[in-house]
């Protein structure tokens, strides 16, 4: 009687964990398959300011420029053709609250082609705390400066809109755990939003979350106040996840894809070619990742699969080479990722 009984609750047992389980694929290795464009996609890119002084750093793939600086009016020429030809839409340039960024003025210094440019707001210098979060005074500096933005950029035709709004992005949504009351998107967004539609500007806004795997709903009262919403860093040391990369982030997208779609906020996916962060830092736990044709197909599929209705996709990075994310051409690979980033998003 007791086996009998004992192979009744393994039965039982079983039958309940293929229920819970039913959802998941039987390999989490599967085939990503390709998803045919019927229109363009629109795809921005993460630039990074390379100085004389950040090649001390080591890195991993060498540019096809060398050793440039940003700030040269030819290199930032060459990379804006670059772009075009990859058929990006637009640099994504960060801001810190500098005035007269020069990295800004360098990429409209003899600018002709269609490469627009797209402000990441880092809300760190506005030294929010749990003590003095971004409330009063605070606030008030934060909307001037946006309202310098809009000014000086946003209604600039090299500044680039979605229906007529112009994108900007905030970061960081996923505040460290010593700050985690220093800025209430919930309140501060709809109260810059709202001095900027006074002002005469309707903001697009994406928040950018700066790490990824972690379930949407960690973030759901700050991803509610956005229009869309970015996790721009998918790099693991999880060994399972580095082997079967691009179907374990399709999973963690599909979950982010349903979550923001019933808060009506827009996914953006944001991808790269690649990851290698051990040329700069040996000791690195984080696994090397992709850096290979397939990979970066399979990616860019990724990507398609779970996009919102506005279609834009993320590249991080242009020339990050210190984490070896770059798309710009190298010496080793030359413009191979350029070609896939039209080829993929691109129908023309």
């Not at 309940?16 to 921005?44: A, Q, R």
């Not at 991993?60 to 804006?80: C, S, W």
């Not at 972690?214 to 009262?221: F, G, I, S």
Request: charged share 20%.
């Amino acid at each position: 009687m007791k086996s009998y009984l004992y192979i009744l609750i393994l039965l039982t047992a079983f039958v309940s964990c293929k229920k819970n389980n039913e959802h998941l694929p039987p390999n989490f290795n599967y085939k990503i398959d390709p998803v045919p464009l019927t229109e363009n996609v629109v795809v921005g890119a993460y630039y990074s300011n390379y100085t004389t002084a950040d090649w001390a750093k080591k890195y991993t793939f060498k540019p096809v420029k060398g050793e440039y600086n940003a700030l040269d009016p030819l290199i930032m020429d060459q990379h804006r053709k670059w772009a075009d030809e990859a058929g990006l839409d637009f640099f994504i340039f960060n801001w810190n609250g500098a005035a007269g960024n020069p990295i800004l003025n360098a990429f409209l210094q003899g600018r002709n082609n269609n490469v627009k440019m797209v402000i990441n707001f880092n809300t760190a210098h506005l030294s929010a705390t749990n003590a003095s979060p971004l409330t009063g005074a605070k606030l008030t500096t934060m909307i001037n400066e946006f309202k310098t933005l809009a000014s000086s950029h946003f209604d600039k035709d090299y500044y680039y809109k979605v229906d007529g709004r112009p994108v900007v992005m905030i970061t960081p949504l996923n505040l460290s755990s010593s700050a985690g009351s220093s800025i209430n998107y919930a309140t501060v967004i709809p109260a810059l939003k709202q001095a900027m539609t006074d002002a005469g500007v309707n903001l697009y806004v994406i928040g950018e979350i700066t790490l990824g795997w972690l379930p949407p709903v960690r973030y759901a009262p700050a991803i509610k106040a956005m229009d869309g919403v970015n996790a721009n860093n998918w790099t693991t040391d999880v060994y399972d996840r580095s082997v079967f990369f691009n179907s374990f982030v399709d999973m963690n997208w599909k979950n982010w894809t349903d979550s923001t779609k019933t808060w009506k906020v827009d996914f953006v996916p944001c991808i790269a070619p690649g990851y290698n962060d051990k040329a700069m830092t040996p000791a690195s736990k984080m696994y090397d990742i992709g850096y290979t044709p397939e990979f970066y197909t399979d990616f860019t599929n990724v990507a398609k699969r779970n996009m919102s209705s506005k279609r834009i996709v993320l590249i991080n990075s242009w020339n990050n080479f210190q984490l070896g994310t770059a798309i710009e051409p190298t010496e080793t690979y030359g413009n191979i990722f350029l070609q896939m980033t039209r080829k993929q998003f691109k129908i023309n």
